[in-house]
Structure formats: structure tokens, C-alpha cells
């Protein structure tokens, strides 16, 4: 690539073949660990380390660059309140008129229904907004690229940067999430994405016994 005064040299670490496999397997381990939590302790996380995982997340790539998201932090106990009634309303609707009988047979195992109490009290609720729109720096109107794409590298990499800290986490998607909108002041031209519950897990805390796939179920070298 030619030379350009928007470009910069790249920093870049190189590492020998045995540091590549080690840090490869151990990441792994770390994040096959990794479990969505439904029971959660009201025990205090520090402000720091979610803002440090944020910005993890606002480091992923994105289309053109635009870095179509916004990440709305609750930690008041009236807005969490406020989403946790208009999301147990959502999901009423859910359970009990809108889901099909297959989904509902999908979701049995999991355990899940219309109650929510972990919207309460987990001490985080960050909620993502992907942003049709961004603002150029004389306040025009921009088109962001690749939206969909861009908001799910960075959730991931959001939720990687949690796990590493010691932080559980639950991916909650009520349909529809208009409402966040509405309750946390946001413009109609970003779209609730998801909330992403963060916290402690509650003291005896329970999973489902669920596996993953194998790697030769999920993927082929060709």
C-alpha cells in the first residue's frame, strides 16, 4: 500500500509458533467457560472495569470505519425498574400469543418465561443501540455501512472483554425493544440491539446442561 498521511505503520506482535498455541488453547478454555447467567447477585462491579470493556468493544472493526453503536450503561435502579416492566410486558406477549409451539418446545430446556428479575437485579444493564446514522463533522447526516455486522463484532468482543474480567453476562433481546428508545432517551434512528445484562452471578447459581458442537460440526478447512 502506498504511503498516505492517513495511514500509519502497524503495530503489530509477532510471536513464535508454541506462544501462538498457548495463547490460542488458553483463550479457548477461557471462553468455553464462558456461561450465560439467569441468577444474579446485586454484588457491586467496578465502574472501570465495564468502561474498560467498552472500550474493547468500540475498538472492533466496522464498516467503513463508522462505528455504527452506542452502549447506554444502567445502573439506576428506577430506569432498570422502568425496562424491566416494559420487557416482561414484551415478553407476556412472547410466551403467550406470539412464539410458535416449536419455539417455545426450543426454549423449554433453557427454562426461560416472561419473568425477569435479573433486569433488576444485576447492577448493569448495557444497552445496545446500532445507529442507522452517524453525524460528519459539520453536522451532516452519514449513512453507516454494514450496521448488523459491525454491531455484532463489537457485542462479541464486549462480552469476550466481561468474561476476561470476571464478569457474567446474559444477552437478552425482548421483541419488539422499542421502548428502550423511548425510556433511555434515544433518537429513532438507532436501533435497540440488545441488552446486555452484567454482574455477579447469584451464590448457587444454576445453568442448563447444554453442550457446543464439535469443531467438525462447525467448520471445514478446505
Not at 4 to 27: C, I, V
Not at 118 to 146: C, H, M, R
Not at 193 to 217: F, H, R, S, T
Request: no cysteine; charged share 25%; net charge negative.
Amino acid at each position: 500500500m502506498s504511503e498516505s498521511k492517513n495511514f500509519q505503520p502497524l503495530e503489530f506482535e509477532h510471536l513464535d509458533e508454541a506462544e501462538m498455541r498457548k495463547r490460542g488453547r488458553d483463550f479457548y478454555e477461557q471462553m468455553r467457560a464462558r456461561r450465560s447467567v439467569r441468577d444474579f447477585s446485586a454484588a457491586p462491579v467496578p465502574r472501570g472495569v465495564i468502561e474498560d470493556a467498552i472500550r474493547t468493544a468500540g475498538s472492533a472493526p466496522s464498516g467503513a470505519n463508522m462505528q455504527p453503536w452506542h452502549f447506554a450503561v444502567v445502573q439506576s435502579e428506577e430506569i432498570k425498574r422502568r425496562i424491566r416492566l416494559a420487557a416482561e410486558e414484551e415478553e407476556r406477549e412472547f410466551y403467550q400469543r406470539r412464539a410458535s409451539t416449536e419455539w417455545l418446545n426450543a426454549l423449554e430446556p433453557l427454562g426461560t418465561d416472561a419473568h425477569k428479575p435479573f433486569l433488576q437485579t444485576a447492577p448493569y444493564l448495557i444497552v445496545i443501540f446500532l445507529k442507522k446514522f452517524s453525524s460528519g463533522d459539520a453536522g451532516e447526516k452519514l449513512k453507516n455501512y454494514y450496521t448488523a455486522e459491525s454491531v455484532g463484532i463489537a457485542t462479541g468482543m464486549l462480552i469476550a472483554a466481561l468474561h476476561n474480567a470476571g464478569v457474567a453476562t446474559l444477552t437478552h433481546t425482548p421483541s419488539p425493544m422499542k421502548f428502550l428508545n423511548e425510556i433511555l432517551g434515544r433518537p429513532a434512528t438507532e436501533k435497540p440491539y440488545m441488552i446486555l445484562v452484567a454482574g455477579m452471578p447469584a451464590e448457587g447459581a444454576l445453568v442448563p446442561a447444554i453442550e457446543k458442537k464439535p469443531l467438525d460440526e462447525i467448520a471445514e478447512f478446505l
